[in-house]
């Protein structure tokens, strides 16, 4: 780290960790931005009664606020260890909320389409993925606290290689859960409609679940996106290329997590996928469950028939 506090002539932007000053319209923007989507989410959880989903996103979003608030200090004094310290951390952490948030979406994906298509119990999606997901959040805090707080080069490496090793679980993750997800729908579409329940087919055929799905991609596509980048960025050490190029940051992280969680906001399950909302009947799923063994059992019979 640089022994400079402030921008002078013996200490200019360029020696700094990033090598510029943040640009300050940008960091203003997408503050607003994720704390307007925070403030909708809000509504929207308190609305449906989506507690889990909701709280998630809003603890991305808010994290990405505080972010943004560190970069604009960073844009101040480009030196200034409070503005680094802030936006390191919450920065690189804030993805892994909003991903807890589509984890907890194919659980209830499972029940209301058909368990029998699941490599997985619709249950154990949210203890695995999310334990993952809380593996990931951890070393990715611990490594930006020992990066932002390091005071010689060593500590330096051994932040940002703890970092790096939490990116990279997150996209191992993600990955695993892509495909999970892709399996799972892929059986569900290969099926024949007899073989669904009516509510199963009820929902698959629906524009608003659709809509919601495709909304689940897009965050899940950008995000992935997002982590993939962060490793390029940090494999290089610090003060590489790929770190200190502003326009590739504000494409690959700030636009990359501002679809994500935008996305999130518009294509809401509770509008689009009510069988997770918190006042949806607890009758649904049960039903949905009993009538699929219904179905199951009539062309068994018929077959031995």
């Known amino acids: 780290m640089s022994n400079c506090t402030d921008v002078t002539p013996d200490c200019p932007v360029s020696g700094s960790i990033y090598g510029y000053a943040p640009n300050i319209a940008a960091s203003y923007a997408f503050a607003i931005i994720f704390g307007l989507c925070a403030l909708v989410q809000l509504v929207q959880m308190v609305k449906w009664r989506m507690w889990s989903f909701g709280i998630a ?41 909003w991903s807890a948030a589509i984890y907890l979406t194919l659980k209830h994906e499972v029940n209301v389409l058909g368990a029998k298509f699941s490599p997985l119990k619709a249950k154990w999606y949210p203890y695995i993925f999310v334990t993952c997901d809380l593996i990931s959040l951890s070393l990715q805090g611990a490594g930006g606290g020992l990066a932002a707080t390091a005071k010689t080069n060593h500590g330096s490496a051994v932040g940002s290689n703890v970092m790096m090793a939490g990116i990279v679980w997150q996209v191992a993750t993600l990955t695993v859960f892509g495909t999970l997800s892709v399996l799972f729908f892929l059986r569900v579409r290969s099926t024949p409609k007899y073989q669904l329940s009516a509510e199963a087919q009820k929902v698959w055929e629906s524009r608003r679940f659709w809509f919601f799905y495709v909304g689940i991609v897009v965050s899940f596509v950008t995000t992935f996106a997002r982590c993939v980048y962060r490793i390029a960025e940090m494999a290089g050490g610090w003060r590489n290329k790929i770190m200190q190029d502003e326009v590739g940051f504000i494409i690959f992280e700030s636009a990359m997590c501002a679809v994500a969680v ?12 009510e069988q997770m909302r918190g006042d949806s009947p607890k009758s649904t799923v049960e039903d949905s469950v009993l009538l699929e063994q219904k179905t199951e059992y009539t062309h068994s019979s018929q077959s031995m028939a």
């Open 262 to 273: 935008v996305v999130l906001c518009i294509a809401h399950p509770g509008y689009c996928f």
């Open 57 to 97: 996103v809003i603890l991305g979003a808010v994290s990405e606020v505080i972010g943004y608030i560190g970069r604009i200090m960073l844009h101040k004094n480009a030196y200034s260890d409070a503005g680094f310290e802030t936006q390191i951390c919450t920065l690189t952490m804030a993805p892994a909320f």
